[in-house]
């Protein structure tokens, strides 16, 4: 029996040591994986060639002015910056010191495509999110602007003004108001995010609590705690 106990003894003496051995790399192989996870990285293409040798600027609101938080260069029509964030913070991206478009750094590479006439980000959840609502946007867009359009075409077939007016109206307000639910109803879903308070203060800029419409003052006053307290709705904390 003394020698199953002896082995025994150094079994764990030997585990003892082993478990002081790794108990360091564990840390810092957590505080590696948590560094990791908090790292972001903007992958940028531009299209034609456009701005090459250009710098690239990322920026946010600090206080009254712009802070810079991440700058590159373009060359060869692509442009690359990292950094970590800890956590999702509403930025505008600059070429040149024009602003180009806004999009959420958060942790995950994020992809930003500059064309001709606009900037496409995506990659991670809540950019992917701001594409969609991009996307819809620019479909309620073109539905109003045909809208409008289609009165000329009513009157050069023949429908009285009055009646051709009364239709452009009616259809006008339906797209306005069914624009208006599928925007409440995105910022609802995106309370919690930084999404939902950046795109309400994008629509009430510039307004107080008492000028709101009814719609957003509801949208507004059925938001949480920490919706009211972002720095995009600092206005409309003064009723």
Known sequence: MAVPFLCYLCYMKNNHLMHKAIIPFLLSFMLLVSCDNRSYRIEGSVAHGYFNG???YVK??????????????????????????????????YVSHTPVAPFVMEPGTITVSLGNEKAVVGGTPLNDELARFAVMK?????????????????????????KARRVIEREFSEAVENAEACTDSFVRMHYDDVLGPFLFGLYSSGMSYGMLPARMKRLYDESPAKFRASRFLELLRYK
């Open 138 to 162: 620019d479909s309620f867009d073109t539905m109003l602007s045909e809208i409008l359009r289609k009165e000329a075409r009513l009157l050069m077939n023949g429908v009285p003004a009055d």
């Open 54 to 56: 250009d710098s690239v």
């Open 60 to 93: 946010t609101l600090s206080g009254d002015s712009l802070r810079v938080v991440a700058r590159g260069v373009v060359g060869r029509g692509k442009f690359a910056l990292s950094g970590t964030a800890d956590s999702a913070l509403v930025v505008s991206l």
